[in-house]
């Protein structure tokens, strides 16, 4: 069957086309773009690994979250902790003290595996982070865009109101529980839960990424107070920075488990040429 | 014996990462030491100042209110001004100290602390943001930089304020500068004055630049000399501030 075979009539087994070329480019470039903002925020928070909410935050003021280094007042050992609230948990080896490639003690709070630079520089970091930001943003801007007019959002991410019925996405949780995944011309369109994921990275996390972002500016603060005051403040700006960021992570982790789940070769080849075969159907 | 040969996964697992984002770190390093990958990356600055400037050239930055106020404002930087002349100054409580104001003016000037004080006076209680992450809100009153430079009339060469300060950081000299458009901005002050009080000396006294549209560390304190020049260069490391020198820090800090 040719590979550009009208979707309605494929079936399972046949080499269809799945992702538009600008879908294709804007994932890739966008994969390596928030590995990057990710990487070098963790380095930006490193020069003051601590959370608020509010206006202000800083070592005189309670912080909602925090990550530090203890030394133990009997045996003068070290430790790393996380705190969130009053809970703290021993994070030891991982975050707030590790050990660097060359073997020495380390105490900031991410580890030089999970930053850009590997090595402590808040400049660096700031160079590397402030740069992709464009990249991001634009990007973001001009996929949104061109999803728009090609159909792209109202075709596959626009979830129906059937869809939104709790039955309905019921079903969908009870079909992902269990590992089935459709099959055949239903494995081209998206259930509500992966609508549910894309929309809420399209139309949520990343627009919120940026929007903190340029809310803990103080120039644009200036010129856009509305942005900090929405938040609450630059500090709440700048912890929900951090959290949509976390989501973001979780939402890879979960794209990743899934990818591999539903055959890696193929969903990975149909984001690179944009082929994919379809799944056999029962039987088939 | 032979359980030892084994790889379990976990190690496998282990190794895989940390070679797989050993490669890539290290990878980013190189490539940030490329000058070419590295000014790229660093014209991101222009790009800021550019879209900041077109978005709010003038506008101002927010001030709040009393209640607004962090109730203890964190000390960064510097906590003390070097050099004899300066602990005779402190000791003095700044009675025979100056600014002075040269450089590409028309008039250089010696500005008292008194004289200072008996310019017109802005207050503000604006949001100090370092370029670490943290935040402090806190008042400031001073005359505005703007009066300052029009008594001492520039030049119409000069295109960057100078802010040479009475502190050593890590031994060296601190310093700042600004351009013209954030130099007569309104909010823009000579503080003598922090949260009602003579300025303490570990935020900078007797004067402390502020200048609220940027990040903490445009905010030179123990400021002791204003220099009026037409470029940058030749000045220290030449890229126009102490942690522009020494750290790779933007000069513009707006973001």
Partial sequence: ?284 | MSRKLILSRRTLIRTGVVGTGGLLLSGCDKLFENPTFRSVLESGEDLHKASQRALGRNALAREFSVGDMSPVFRANGSREGAGGEYRQHLAQGFANWSLKVDGLVERPLAIPLTALRQLPQRKQITRHDCVEGWSAIGQWQGPRLAHVLDLARLKPQAQYIVFHCADLYRGRPYYESIDLVDAFHPQTILAWQMNGKPLEQQHGAPLRLRVERQLGYKHAKFVTRIEARASLEGLYGGKGGYWEDQGAYAWYAGI
């Fill in chain 1, 1 to 284: 069957m040719a590979s550009d075979a009208s979707p309605e009539a494929a079936q399972g087994g046949d080499l269809v086309r799945r992702h538009r070329l600008s879908t294709r480019i804007w994932h890739w470039i966008n994969a390596v773009t928030l590995l990057v903002m990710l990487m070098s925020g963790l380095m930006i928070f490193n020069a003051h690994p601590r959370l608020y909410w509010g206006e202000y935050g800083a070592n005189f003021d309670r912080p909602w979250l925090k990550i530090g280094t203890l030394q133990n007042t009997r045996t003068g050992e070290y430790s790393g902790f996380l705190q969130v609230g009053d809970e703290r948990i021993d994070t030891t080896g991982v975050l707030g003290l590790w050990q660097d490639s060359n073997g020495r003690q380390q105490r900031y709070a991410f580890p030089s595996w999970a930053t850009i630079p590997s090595r402590y520089s808040l400049a660096g970091a700031r160079i590397w982070h402030l740069a992709f930001a464009w990249v991001l943003a634009l990007g973001l801007l001009a996929y949104l865009v061109r999803s728009l007019v090609n159909g792209h959002l109202r075709r596959d991410i626009h979830i129906t109101r059937r869809e939104w019925s709790p039955r309905h996405l019921w079903h969908d949780v009870n079909q992902h529980a269990r590992l089935r995944f459709p099959k055949g011309a239903a494995a081209l369109r998206y259930n509500a839960l992966q609508k549910l994921a894309y929309a809420g990275v399209l139309f949520v996390l990343l627009p919120l990424m940026i929007v903190t972002g340029l809310a803990m500016s103080p120039g644009t603060d200036a010129w856009a107070p509305i942005v900090t005051e929405l938040f609450g403040g630059r500090q709440s700006a700048r912890s929900v920075h951090f959290i949509c960021a976390f989501l973001l992570v979780v939402f890879f982790v979960v794209h990743m488990v899934m990818v591999v789940l539903a055959g890696p070769i193929n969903e990975v080849r149909s984001m690179i040429t944009g082929k994919y075969r379809l799944p056999k159907e029962k039987g088939q």
